[in-house]
């Protein structure tokens, strides 16, 4: 199995959207007997504003049949929106996966498409970038090894007793402010002392936080 990361640009909406706009497909199903894609996609933006021109143009795409709404959420620093989006199959890079027995994944930012491929062999990995050079402009694509992604991402994965800990402060209100209950009183109902407390918190506390900065390194299909 080999896994490529591409970096590309085409005719599509991601080229012509703001930006400063995230996106992300968490799921995408192609009918080719209908030559349509239905994608469940999240949009990231500063702000609600930017989500609004980002919708009016994905709309106005050609290759965009229909487009739903399905949630969004609003907060001091970003806007996000999530879309259940009926697109056009033929010509796709969704098509060109599927065609090469791909499993695949794609994330947008800065007008450039991110794709991740899971491929069986070089062969394939020869008419996967040819294909997508037929159809796009590639910027690049490199190699990644699977074996150092998933040692990277086990590195990050909590303990049980690390994840216990980790809830029981967030229920109890120790991450509030102010705090609804204090090191002492959560490790005395955790029966352990608060030293062994404050040592695991940080613990599971660092692991998240260097799975969200080095998230490149330890993303294995554009997921964690």
Known sequence: MRLIKVVLEHDDWASTIPSNVQARTIKSIP????????????????????IKETLYII???????????????????????????????TDSITEIAVNTSAIFSEHIHDNKEYWTFLINSKSTEGILIQ??????EVLSYYHV????IFKNYTRHVLTDNEH????TAYEQGYFEWPK?????????????NKVTFIQELRRAIRKLVLKELDSDNIDFMGFY
């Open 31 to 50: 009918n080719g007997n209908k030559d349509l894609i239905n994608a469940l996609i999240l949009i990231k933006a500063p702000n609600t504003r930017t």
């Open 180 to 192: 609804n209950a204090n090191a002492e009183e959560i490790s005395r109902s955790l029966n352990i």
């Open 131 to 136: 294909d997508l050079k037929e159809k796009a």
């Open 59 to 89: 709309k106005k795409n050609e290759r965009i049949k229909n487009i739903e709404v399905l949630d969004n959420a609003v907060t001091r620093s970003y806007a996000m929106v999530l879309l259940n989006i009926l697109a056009k199959y």
């Open 164 to 167: 216990r800990i980790l809830r």
């Open 145 to 148: 090894d699977i074996k150092n």
